[in-house]
C-alpha cells in the first residue's frame, strides 16, 4: 500500500485548504483511511478519518464542524477540507490506512510522507 498526502501550503486565519490523500495498493472497503496531524515538539494526534466503504466518519473534538473528510468512491483519493484555519492547526499532516477507526497512530499500518499546513495570524 502506498499513499500520497498533497495540498498544503500557506494560509492566513480563517482561510481554507484541501488535502488530498492517493492511495495504490491492496486496501479493502472496509479499511479507515485516517487524517493526523504533528505539530512540532508534539506527538501525532488524530485528525479525521473516514471508512472506505461505508463513509462513515469520526472528527477530533478541535476539528469538528472546520474539517470535513470525504470520499467520492472506494477508488476515489480521500479529501480533507479544512475551513476557518487557525494558527493551532499548523502542522505536517499525514494520512494513514488501517482496519479499524482508531484515534491512535499505532493501529494503522501505512502512512503517507505528510504535507506542511501552515496557519499564519
Known amino acids: 500500500v502506498q499513499l500520497q498526502a498533497s495540498g498544503g501550503g500557506l494560509v492566513q486565519t480563517g482561510g481554507s485548504l484541501t488535502l488530498s490523500c492517493a492511495a495504490s495498493?491492496?486496501?479493502?472497503?472496509?479499511?479507515?483511511v485516517g487524517w493526523f496531524r504533528q505539530a512540532p515538539g508534539k506527538e501525532r494526534s488524530f485528525v479525521a478519518g473516514?471508512?472506505?466503504?461505508?463513509?462513515?466518519?469520526a472528527y477530533a473534538d478541535s476539528v469538528k464542524g472546520r474539517f470535513t473528510v470525504s470520499r467520492d468512491s472506494t477508488r476515489k483519493p480521500v479529501s480533507l477540507q479544512m475551513n476557518s484555519l487557525k494558527p493551532e492547526d499548523t502542522a505536517v499532516y499525514y494520512c494513514?490506512?488501517?482496519?479499524?477507526?482508531?484515534?491512535?497512530?499505532?493501529?494503522?499500518?501505512?502512512w503517507g510522507q505528510g504535507t506542511q499546513v501552515t496557519v499564519s495570524s
Open positions: 495498493g491492496r486496501i479493502l472497503s472496509s479499511d479507515v
Open positions: 473516514i471508512r472506505r466503504g461505508s463513509g462513515i466518519t
Open positions: 494513514a490506512v488501517g482496519p479499524y477507526m482508531s484515534r491512535s497512530h499505532s493501529e494503522y499500518a501505512y
